[in-house]
């Protein structure tokens, strides 16, 4: 029956995408005069983002049905669907620089970082203790120097500081995919888990901390200013004192603020508040030269602590559920998009492929360094590694983030720190870990229960 209804899915998409193709070529010319016209939206922005929709729910859904998680469907629908061009089929093409579609991926990154902010659990993560802190922190400082060591013996023409965002690209851990994984398995209340949650939590703050840093880096360069050590502390300390701040402002200042809410009557009162916080404290990470998905992120984390006892027993539902439906509109279109980027014919040079099975092996290596950092004692240490090796969407942020900052190059000129070709290898590197985590964490849990059995 599943078998009959996953081909019965597909079935329809294949079918579905030509016609949209053909409307999308049809009105791809009168769509670029209309861009920005009074009138509304190009009509390629419209059937574009309704093919992006459709296809990262269809390839969510096989790849779930397969066991996977659903990212891994949008990403690898985005990469077909970029790629059309070339079988002949160019027409959505213009979607990968369009500002109306990178406008809402971008607010797909904002909601993504409010909802991990929202899924993370400050006490909990402090309750974890020194293990999730060390494992960390080893996972961080390994990954960091073998990826910087393979970029400057791949790409020794590059910028010095393209190898070091390339090392800390693969720094962070995909807290949503290990703990759908965990849970998934059942798991999700053992030692191994608790400490492979905490410290994909630090790591995914010490990943936001570092691109703030490297993007700090990358702009003063890039204008000729150069960045001392003095800088590049207090830019660092600067994101550091803007999470502790926003913890207290949670902790203090938002519940009684947010008391007010339960004076409105009307539905929908909590999300739209809750929204307009997360994109106003995005706004003034910003405003402060910080990543604006730290912001995000810190919204999250103020509000999971939010008790909201004054709303109408209507508006009295989990945030993150009401948060869903809006979630599942834009964050897809991020990770589509993401996929579309990725240009086959760039992948396919011999070069270009050993540079990303390289960045693969190290990302693994780099993570299985965490089990060694373990505290305590009788625990699965090879689960451990595993558990921390999926990237996901810090890596993809920190790719995305990349290919928009400039340095000098040889002749001069300003190039991307993040070119084609190495966003490429930066979406392999999360494609193959998202793809390994689940058979070999599934693997290594269910090995050392048999040992401990035995």
């Known amino acids: 029956m599943k078998r009959s209804r996953l081909i019965g899915l597909c079935a329809c998409a294949a079918a579905c995408l030509p016609a949209l193709a053909a409307v999308a070529r049809a009105d791809g ?5 209309t861009n920005g016209a009074p009138h509304g939206l190009a009509p390629l922005v419209l059937v574009g983002v309704a093919v992006m929709l459709v296809v990262a729910k269809v390839g969510g859904e096989v790849c779930e049905r397969f066991g996977q998680p659903a990212v891994l469907g949008e990403l690898l629908g985005g990469i077909v669907l970029g790629n059309l061009a070339l079988v ?4 959505f093409e213009p979607l990968k620089q369009d500002v109306i579609v990178g406008a809402l991926a971008e607010l797909g990154v904002v909601v993504l970082l409010f909802e991990v902010g929202l899924e993370s659990d400050l006490n909990k993560l402090l309750a974890v203790g020194r293990s999730a802190l060390l494992v960390a922190l080893a996972g961080t400082c390994a990954s960091f120097l073998l990826g910087w060591l393979v970029s400057a013996y791949f790409l020794p ?10 090392g ?4 962070a851990t995909s807290i949503g995919i290990t703990a759908r994984v965990l849970r998934d398995l059942g798991r999700l209340q053992t030692r191994e888990a608790r400490v492979i949650l905490g410290a994909a939590v630090v790591d995914d703050v010490l990943g936001l901390i570092i691109l703030a840093v490297m993007a700090g880096v990358v702009a003063a360069t890039a204008t000729g200013a150069g960045l001392s050590k003095l ?8 994101a550091a004192v803007f999470l502790v701040g926003a913890g207290l402002l949670g902790r203090y200042v938002v519940p009684q603020m947010f008391r007010g809410v339960g004076r409105f009557e009307g539905r929908g009162v909590l999300l739209a508040f809750a929204i307009a916080f997360c994109l106003l404290l995005a706004w003034a990470a910003a405003e402060l030269g910080l990543a604006p998905i730290i912001g995000a992120f810190a919204a999250g984390l103020i509000l999971d602590e939010v008790h909201f006892e004054r709303l109408p027993q209507h508006e009295k539902r989990d945030l993150e559920e009401l948060l869903a439906p809006v979630s599942g509109l834009l964050v897809p279109v991020f990770f589509v998009l993401t996929g579309m980027r990725v240009d086959l014919r760039v992948l396919a040079r011999p070069g270009l492929l050993g540079f990303a099975l390289a960045l693969v092996a190290v990302a693994v290596v780099g993570k299985q360094v965490c089990g060694l950092a ?6 699965n240490r090879l689960a451990v590694g595993v558990g921390m ?3 996901g969407e810090v890596e993809l942020i920190f790719a995305g983030v990349g290919a928009t900052l400039l340095l000098p190059g040889a002749d001069g000129s300003l190039v991307p720190v993040v070119d084609a070709a190495t966003y490429g290898a930066i979406v392999v590197v999360v494609l193959v870990t998202t793809l390994l985590t689940p058979p070999l964490l599934k693997w290594t849990l269910t090995r050392g229960r048999e040992r401990v059995e035995h």
């Open 231 to 238: 800088a590049v502390l207090l830019i660092a300390l600067k």
């Open 29 to 33: 010319d009168t769509g670029a005069a």
């Open 374 to 379: 373990v505290a305590e004692r009788k625990i």
């Open 157 to 166: 023409a590059a910028p010095r500081l393209a190898h070091l965002f390339i």
């Open 389 to 391: 090796l999926p990237r």
């Open 168 to 171: 800390a690209s693969l720094c």
């Open 88 to 91: 002949g089929l160019g027409a």
